[in-house]
T-cell receptor, first 110, second 114 residues
Framework: GQSLEQPSEVTAVEGAIVQINCTYQ??????LSWYQQHDGGAPTFLSY????GLEETGRFSSFLSRSDSYGYLLLQELQMKDSASYFC???????????FGKGTTLSVSS | DSGVTQTPKHLITATGQRVTLRCSPR?????VYWYQQSLDQGLQFLIH???????AKGNILERFSAQQFPDLHSELNLSSLELGDSALYFC?????????????FGPGTRLTVT
């Protein structure tokens, strides 16, 4: 089966940097995805790491270490609008579906 | 706007009833996924269809079924509803089954079973 662990809550102030960690156990691993979900909204895709290393997309970066079954999402220059839930996700059976972690609620204050 | 549409937005029904949720994927996307999101269980994968064929099943109850039609829209049928089925149901799509990691989610259908 698959399991993912990520912190349930993280708090930070505007302008700060925050890192959300994700550890996983899965068979048939294809890569690690990150999604953002605002309250009452739908999850939106942020990034994907299929290979080890860092992927950067604007203020957000994501990292993967396959050997450690570990990844993280790094959010820089935090803004109030970044307050949301962040989910890591790995592929499920046959690499055709996503299994999501329970999510990390990020609260950004001024 | 992700380009994925879901209807209805809200649904209130009684225990024992049957409902159908509908999803239209983004134009050109062949894969459709269904998820259930509740406070205690998080975002749970239910089922995946690719170009009309079932590709993968997650924690989908036997009371639930889905299909994808030739025009690629999909329906999720929930029957013999129980209070515990109350949740937000999302549909997502991706271009191919190979791009499963980048899914585009619809706005969801909030189901309340009373």
């Amino acid at each position: 089966g698959q399991s993912l662990e990520q912190p349930s809550e993280v708090t930070a102030v505007e302008g700060a940097i925050v890192q959300i960690n994700c550890t996983y156990q899965t068979s048939g691993f294809y890569g690690l995805s990150w999604y953002q979900q605002h309250d009452g909204g739908a999850p939106t895709f942020l990034s994907y790491n299929g290979l080890d290393g860092l992927e950067e997309t604007g203020r957000f970066s994501s990292f993967l270490s396959r050997s450690d079954s570990y990844g993280y999402l790094l959010l820089q220059e935090l803004q109030m609008k970044d307050s949301a839930s962040y989910f890591c996700a790995v592929s499920g059976q046959a690499g055709t579906a996503l299994i999501f972690g329970k999510g990390t609620t990020l609260s950004v204050s001024s | 706007d992700s380009g994925v549409t879901q209807t209805p937005k809200h649904l209130i029904t009684a225990t024992g009833q049957r409902v159908t949720l509908r999803c239209s994927p983004r134009s050109g996307d062949l894969s459709v996924y269904w998820y259930q999101q509740s406070l205690d269980q998080g975002l749970q994968f239910l089922i995946h269809y690719y170009n009309g064929e079932e590709r993968a099943k997650g924690n989908i109850l036997e009371r639930f079924s889905a299909q994808q039609f030739p025009d690629l829209h999909s329906e999720l049928n929930l029957s013999s509803l129980e209070l515990g089925d109350s949740a937000l149901y999302f549909c997502a799509s991706s271009a191919t089954s190979g791009s499963f990691y980048e899914q585009y989610f619809g706005p969801g259908t909030r189901l309340t079973v009373t």
